[in-house]
C-alpha cells in the first residue's frame, strides 16, 4: 500500500478579529483559525458544520469596499479579512396557536404586518450565508404565497443575518418558519396513514405480536430477523410483502 | 479548490466502473450482504469497540467494575467542578416544577409535553436552544406508519437486530409504539416532512430495515424537526424559560434522596446558580467531542457527556456504554468538513462504497457498526490495505453519490440532499458528478443512564430522556431511530414529571452530599488526578498559546 503523502504546512495570512491581528494557517476556516490563535469558543459556535446558525459572520476584505458573510465553520480565511462573528442578532416574534389556524397568506400577514414595508432592496440575500434569496421569499409572503416561502427558504438555519442588514427592520427568519410551518401542517392533506396507525396501536393490535416477541430468546429472534421479507430497493409504494399477520 | 490532481486521477477509476454498477442496481442485484455469522469476525478484527486497551473497569460510582472507554472513566473518575460547601442552596436563583436540562430534540419535546401538562419549565443549557445533535441529524426518523406493508413487529426485530437482540425489551416497545404518533405530533406541529399530494409520508430504506420507514425531510430531517419544535416552544413563554449558556454541573438532592434541582455554571459571569426543582429531567445528549480513540466526530460542540455524570454521581447507573457508534460516512477530506456527517440516505438512495480501485467491496446498507468496520478494513494497513490516501495524510473510501442521478433522474442530489450540496460546492466539489471521500467517524453514544419505560431513573424525581439514557438501541443503534428517541422518550419523560410533580408536592432541603461522598469515594480508590468534570466544552485551542496561559489566581472572571 502507498504511503499516504506527508501532509502539507501551511503558509501563515494575517486576519483581523475584531479588529486584532492574528497570524493563522491560510487553509483554515475562520472557526478553526481563532482556535490556531488560541481561542476556546462559547459562543459563535455550534455544531461546526454549516446547519446551526450559531456563527455567522461579517467581513471586509482588502481588495473590495463590500460586505461579505459568511459561516464561520465553513468559511476559509483570506489574507487580510477584518471579522466578527455576529452570535445574536435580537429579533421580534409574534406568538400563534397552530391549532387554531387554517393556514392562508392573511394569518401571515397578520402576525407579521411589516412584511409590507419591505423595500425590495435584497440586502437579505446578499447577507445570506446559506445562499437563500430571502427577497423572494418575502415577496412571495407578501403575495400570501406559504408553500413559496416554504420551498425558498427550507436551508435556513435562523442566524439572524438577513435580519441585521434590513433597513425595513423585517425579521425574516420568523416570518420564514412560521409559513413552513403552515405549509406543513395545511398546504398538504394530514397523513391517513398515521392517523390510521395510531388507532390500531391504541385498539391493541400489535400488543400480542409484540409480547410474543419480546418473550422471545435470543436465538429464537435471530431466526425471525433472518426470514424478514425484505422490501426491495426500487420496490413501488404499493408494494405489500407475502406474510401480512402483523401488518 | 477543487480535488487536488492526485484524486481526480482515482476518480476516473471510479468513473469506470459506474456504468456497470448502475445498471447492477437498477436490476436490484446487489453486492452480497454479509450473513449474521459472518458479522461478527469482521467486528472483532475491526471495530474500534473491540481494540485491546482502549476501555478500563470504572473504579468509582454505581456501575463500578464496568469496563468502557478510557475518556468516558476518565470523566467519571473525576472530581466535581464546585466546592459543596460554598454552594448556596437555602436560597435558589430561580424555582420551578421541572428542570430540563439541555435544550436539543429530547429536552425541547420534554419542555412542551411537560408544559402542557400543567408544570412551570425552566430549560437550563450549554450554548443556545437547539444547539445539539438532533439539530445536526440528517436521513430521517422512523416509524411502521405504512399500514398494509409494515407495523411495529417489524420495526421491533429490526431495531433488535442492530442492536445484536441485548436491547432492553420494554425500552424498544415503547419506542415502536409510539413512534406512529410522536410522527403525528411533528405532523401537526407543522414539521416539513416530505410527503406526497395526497399526504402520504414518503418514506425509504436505512441500514438494517426491512421495510421503508424512514421518513425524512430532505436531508435536514433533525434541523427541520429542532428548528420547528423550538419555535413552538417560543408560543409559550407563560410557562416555558429558556435559560442559554448555563450548563448544569450538578444535581441536588433532598434529605429523602429524591432529586431536588440542579447546579448551573453561568459560563459568562462565571457564577455559579442553583434551582430547585421538583422534578428534573437529564435531556444532555451524548459525548462525541470526547474524542474517543481520537476519532473525529460528527457531534455536536456540546456533547461532551455532562448528564451522565451528574447523573451518575447521584447513583444511576449505565449500560451499553461499552459500545460507541462510528458512522460509516464522515467527510475524511477536504479538511475543512472533517468529521461532517454524511447521512446513511445517500446509501438508501443508491450510492455505492468503493476503494482505491473503483471496486465494491461492501453491501451499502449495512447496520452501522458493520458497514463502519468493512470500511476500517479496506482502508487499515493491517486489513486489506486498499484505501485512498488524502493530501492530509488519512486514508478513506470513495461514496460514490453521482449514481443517484443516474438512477434517479439528473438534479436529484441537488434537490435531495442539499445541505450536502451547498456544503462541497463551497470546496468546489459538485457531488452530484463527483464522489465523496468518506472514514467512519464517532457518532453516537448507544448507552448511557439507565431508564424504565417512563423515563425514570432510580432517583426518585430524576428522568433522563434521549441520547443520554441506554438500552433501547442495544449496543448499536439504526438509523432514523436516534430522532424517533429523543422525540417519543422526551414526550414521556415531560409527561411523566409533570405527573410526578403533581403528586409529589413540595421536596425537601435541597442538599450535595452525594457530591461530598463521590469525591471521597474518588479519593479512596486511589484516584490521584486533578480532573474536573463535566468538561463542558472541549478545547481546541493552540497547545502552544495554552503554554503561555498562565493565570493561577483570578481576580474577577479574568482567568
New interface residues.
Given amino acids: ?8 504546512v501551511d503558509e501563515l495570512v494575517p486576519i483581523f478579529f475584531m479588529g486584532k491581528k492574528y497570524e493563522v494557517p491560510a ?3 475562520i472557526q ?1 483559525a481563532l ?9 459563535g ?8 446558525g ?1 456563527c455567522g459572520t461579517v467581513y471586509r476584505t482588502p481588495d473590495s469596499y463590500k460586505l461579505q458573510v459568511g459561516l464561520a465553520c ?3 480565511v483570506q489574507p487580510g479579512m477584518q471579522l466578527v462573528i455576529m452570535h445574536y442578532y435580537p429579533g421580534h ?1 409574534s ?5 387554531q389556524m387554517s393556514g392562508t397568506g392573511g394569518e401571515l400577514a397578520a402576525l407579521y404586518p411589516e412584511i409590507f414595508k419591505c423595500i425590495g432592496c435584497n440586502s437579505c440575500s446578499q447577507g445570506c450565508p ?2 437563500i434569496d430571502v427577497m423572494h421569499y418575502m415577496a412571495q409572503a407578501i403575495r400570501g404565497d406559504l408553500a413559496g416561502v ?1 420551498e425558498t427558504s ?2 435556513c ?2 442566524c439572524g443575518l438577513c435580519a441585521s442588514r434590513c433597513p425595513a427592520e423585517e425579521v425574516q427568519f420568523n416570518v420564514a ?2 409559513a ?6 395545511y398546504g ?11 388507532k ?2 391504541e385498539n391493541g393490535k ?1 400488543e400480542e ?2 409480547r410474543d ?2 418473550s422471545k430468546s ?1 436465538d429464537e ?2 431466526e ?3 426470514s ?8 413501488e ?1 404499493d ?3 407475502q406474510d ?1 399477520r ?2 | ?1 477543487s480535488y487536488p490532481e ?1 484524486l481526480k486521477k482515482l476518480i476516473e477509476k471510479v468513473e469506470s466502473t459506474r456504468a456497470a454498477r448502475v445498471e447492477r ?2 436490476k ?1 442485484i ?1 453486492f452480497p450482504a454479509l450473513k ?1 455469522e459472518e458479522r461478527e469476525p469482521i467486528l472483532k478484527n475491526f471495530h474500534p469497540d473491540f481494540i485491546e486497551n482502549t476501555r478500563r473497569k470504572i473504579k468509582v460510582g454505581p456501575s463500578k467494575g464496568y469496563a468502557i472507554s478510557n475518556e468516558m472513566v476518565d470523566l467519571l473518575e473525576a472530581r466535581s467542578r464546585v466546592n459543596p460547601d460554598l454552594v448556596n442552596l437555602t436560597e435558589p436563583d430561580y424555582e420551578t416544577d421541572v428542570l430540563v436540562i439541555g435544550a436539543g430534540g429530547a429536552g425541547t419535546a420534554a419542555a412542551i409535553l411537560a408544559a402542557e401538562n400543567g408544570a412551570k419549565v425552566l430549560i437550563a443549557t450549554k ?2 436552544h ?2 445539539a445533535n438532533t ?2 441529524a440528517e436521513g430521517g426518523i422512523q ?12 420495526h ?3 431495531v ?2 442492530g442492536g445484536h ?2 436491547n432492553d ?2 425500552l424498544v ?1 415503547t419506542m ?2 409510539n413512534a ?2 410522536a ?2 405530533w411533528l ?7 416530505s ?7 414518503k418514506t425509504m ?1 436505512g441500514g438494517g430495515t ?3 420507514r424512514m421518513h425524512y425531510a ?1 436531508d ?1 430531517t433533525g ?1 427541520e424537526i429542532m ?2 419544535i423550538r ?2 416552544t ?2 409559550h ?1 407563560d410557562m416555558i424559560t429558556v435559560i442559554e ?1 448555563c450548563p448544569a454541573v450538578e444535581l441536588a438532592l433532598d434529605s429523602e434522596g429524591r432529586c431536588a434541582g440542579a447546579v448551573l455554571y453561568n ?2 459571569t462565571a457564577e455559579y446558580h442553583f434551582v430547585k426543582a421538583k422534578a428534573v429531567i437529564i435531556a444532555t445528549g451524548g459525548s462525541g467531542r470526547l474524542h474517543i480513540q481520537k476519532f473525529m466526530t ?1 457531534n ?2 456540546g456533547a461532551t457527556a455532562d448528564g451522565i455524570v451528574m447523573a451518575y454521581r447521584t447513583g444511576v447507573p449505565i449500560s451499553f456504554l461499552h459500545t460507541v457508534q462510528y458512522h460509516p460516512t464522515g467527510v475524511v477530506f477536504p ?3 472533517e ?3 454524511i447521512t446513511e440516505k445517500f446509501r438508501g438512495a ?1 450510492a455505492n462504497v468503493l476503494n482505491i480501485h473503483g471496486e465494491q467491496f461492501v453491501y451499502e446498507r449495512e447496520p452501522r457498526d458493520v458497514e463502519a468496520a468493512c470500511i476500517i478494513r479496506e482502508c487499515s ?1 493491517e486489513g486489506r ?3 485512498v ?7 478513506g473510501v470513495w461514496l460514490d453519490s453521482p449514481m443517484i442521478d443516474l438512477l434517479r433522474g439528473e438534479g436529484t442530489v441537488r434537490k435531495e440532499f ?2 450536502k450540496h ?2 462541497f460546492r ?1 470546496f468546489g466539489i459538485d457531488i452530484s458528478t463527483e464522489p465523496m471521500l468518506i472514514h467512519p467517524t464517532l457518532h453516537y453514544q448507544n448507552g448511557g443512564l439507565d431508564i424504565n419505560s417512563k423515563c425514570e431513573t432510580i432517583v426518585p424525581g430524576l428522568y433522563a430522556a434521549g441520547e443520554v439514557s441506554g438500552g433501547v438501541h442495544g449496543e448499536n443503534r439504526l438509523m432514523g431511530n436516534s430522532l424517533l428517541d429523543v422525540i417519543v422518550f422526551g414526550r414521556i419523560a415531560g409527561i411523566h414529571a409533570a405527573e410526578y410533580v403533581r403528586n409529589h408536592g413540595e421536596i425537601g432541603e435541597p442538599n450535595l452530599d452525594h457530591v461530598r461522598r463521590y469525591n471521597e469515594e474518588v479519593e479512596a480508590a486511589g484516584i490521584k488526578v486533578e480532573r474536573i468534570a463535566p468538561m463542558l ?1 472541549p ?4 497547545p502552544e ?2 503554554e503561555k ?1 498562565l493565570t493561577k489566581d483570578y481576580f474577577g472572571t479574568l482567568s
Fill in positions: 500500500m502507498t504511503k499516504p503523502p506527508e501532509k502539507l487553509s483554515l476556516t478553526k482556535e490556531y490563535a488560541g481561542y476556546q469558543h462559547i459562543r459556535c455550534g455544531c461546526r458544520g454549516g446547519v446551526c450559531a465553513q468559511t476559509v416574534r406568538i400563534f396557536d397552530i391549532d446559506m445562499d416554504a427550507f436551508d438555519i435562523m418558519i412560521l413552513r410551518r403552515l405549509n406543513a401542517r398538504k392533506p394530514r397523513a391517513k396513514h398515521l392517523e390510521d396507525r395510531v390500531e396501536i400489535f405480536p409484540l416477541l419480546m435470543i429472534l435471530k425471525l430477523y433472518k424478514r421479507e425484505g422490501e426491495p430497493q426500487f420496490a409504494e408494494w405489500t410483502p401480512t402483523y401488518v | 479548490m492526485s442496481k437498477r436490484d446487489e449474521l450554548l443556545r437547539g444547539d439539530m445536526m416509524a411502521a406508519d405504512k399500514v398494509g406493508k409494515d407495523s411495529p413487529y417489524y421491533y426485530l429490526d433488535l437486530g437482540f441485548l425489551p420494554e416497545y415502536v409504539q406512529p404518533d410522527l403525528r405532523e401537526g406541529l407543522g414539521t416539513s416532512f410527503k406526497f399530494e395526497d399526504g402520504k409520508m430504506h426491512c421495510r421503508k430532505a435536514i434541523a428548528k420547528t419555535d413552538e417560543r408560543n413563554l449558556f459560563l459568562e460528527t455536536h460542540y479538511e475543512q468538513a468529521g461532517i456527517l443508491g494497513p490495505g486498499n484505501g490516501p488524502t493530501p492530509t495524510g488519512k486514508y442539499p445541505g451547498i456544503l463551497r466544552l478545547d481546541y485551542s493552540n498559546v495554552r496561559q
